[in-house]
Structures are given as structure tokens and as C-alpha cells.
């Protein structure tokens, strides 16, 4: 004989997220993990992963659901649903890092020498992208430097200046683009 548990109302899990979102209840949050953590395994479970790996990419899921519980919107999604999707994408994730390929074996050995008009035309390039660069609005030569030579992501930027991260966005792509028509005058 099967049975069920009654299932609980929606509104109980938007409010526990919410006072997880809010106040940082841990009591709420282990009542979510509790409910979700069981279900989440299962669910990538029959989705093809091995249950270490499910258990894994679980566990990381509602870790996500507690880091970043500021970003849960009720108007936008039920709590299942984006703790499912949060789930999903850790899924992707993982199945990701097992598949990178190995490092190909490296020659060792000297170097040929670069032709001389080969570091040429690169001393031109890197002359003209630093010209370029100092072309830019000083807002969009800030947040290229901090995506390409600092190695930040779009919301890592966003956090350090406190810029939307629309903003941040469309000052890159905006930036991008001077960058490519002036490269190409050259």
C-alpha cells in the first residue's frame, strides 16, 4: 500500500525561504533542507547521476539556496522550482568538470624563435589596443580592466562598485565594441 504525505501548502515554503532571505533562520532553512534535500538527491538521481555524485551536487544545491537566498523572487518562481533549478545547473556543472579533457602531453624542449615580423605586427597590436584603451570613457576602461586584466566576473565587478549589473553589462559590451572598431582603423 502507497502512501502519501500530505503535501504542505506553498505559502509554508515561500515563507520559510523568506525568513531564511530575510532574517538568515537557520531553523527555516533546515526545515527546507529537511523537505528539499531528500527529493533533490532523488531527482538527479533519475536523472542519470550516481548517487555520490547526486548526494554531492545536493548538498551544494541547498548551500547555494542558503548563500543566495537574497536572490529568491515568490513573484517569479515557487520554491521547488528554484531549488530544482538550482539543482539542475549544479548538475551541469558537474557532469562539466568530469568531462574536461586531459592536458595533451606538452613538447618540452627550446622554443622557435618568433619571426621577426610576427613580433612586430603584435608590438603594433598591443600599441594600438593600449591606445585604444585609453580612449575609452574612464567608467568603461574601469570595468575593462577589472573583467579582463583583474579576471572578475560581471558580478564580482558588480559587488566591488556597486553598479547594477545591467549597467556593468552594457559599459563592457559598449566598451567591447570601441575596441573592435578601432583595432580594425588600425
Known amino acids: 500500500m502507497v502512501t502519501f504525505e500530505p503535501r504542505e501548502p506553498k505559502a509554508d515554503w515561500v515563507d520559510q525561504m523568506i525568513r531564511v532571505r530575510e532574517q538568515r533562520d537557520q531553523a527555516a532553512f533546515a526545515d527546507l533542507f529537511q523537505h528539499f534535500a531528500p527529493r533533490v ?3 538527479l538521481m533519475r536523472s542519470g547521476l550516481a548517487a555520490d555524485l547526486a548526494e554531492e551536487c545536493a548538498q551544494e544545491a541547498l548551500a547555494t539556496v542558503w548563500h543566495k537566498a537574497h536572490l529568491f523572487d515568490p513573484a517569479r518562481a515557487s520554491v521547488a522550482t528554484w531549488v530544482f533549478t538550482i539543482a539542475r545547473n549544479k548538475k551541469i556543472d558537474a557532469l562539466r568538470r568530469q568531462k574536461r579533457p586531459e592536458p595533451e602531453d606538452l613538447f618540452w ?3 622557435a624563435a618568433p619571426e621577426p615580423a610576427d613580433v612586430l ?3 603594433q597590436d598591443s600599441d594600438t589596443l593600449v591606445t585604444a584603451l585609453t580612449a575609452l570613457p574612464a567608467k568603461q576602461r574601469e570595468l575593462i580592466e577589472k573583467a579582463y586584466f583583474g579576471d572578475l566576473s560581471h558580478g564580482e565587478i558588480a559587488a566591488q562598485t556597486g ?3 545591467g549597467t556593468i553589462k ?3 559590451r559598449l566598451a567591447l565594441e570601441r575596441l573592435r572598431h578601432s583595432m580594425k582603423q588600425k
Open 170 to 172: 552594457s559599459r563592457i
Open 109 to 111: 624542449g627550446p622554443e
Open 41 to 43: 538527491k532523488g531527482f
Open 163 to 165: 553598479l547594477p549589473l
Open 121 to 123: 605586427a603584435l608590438q
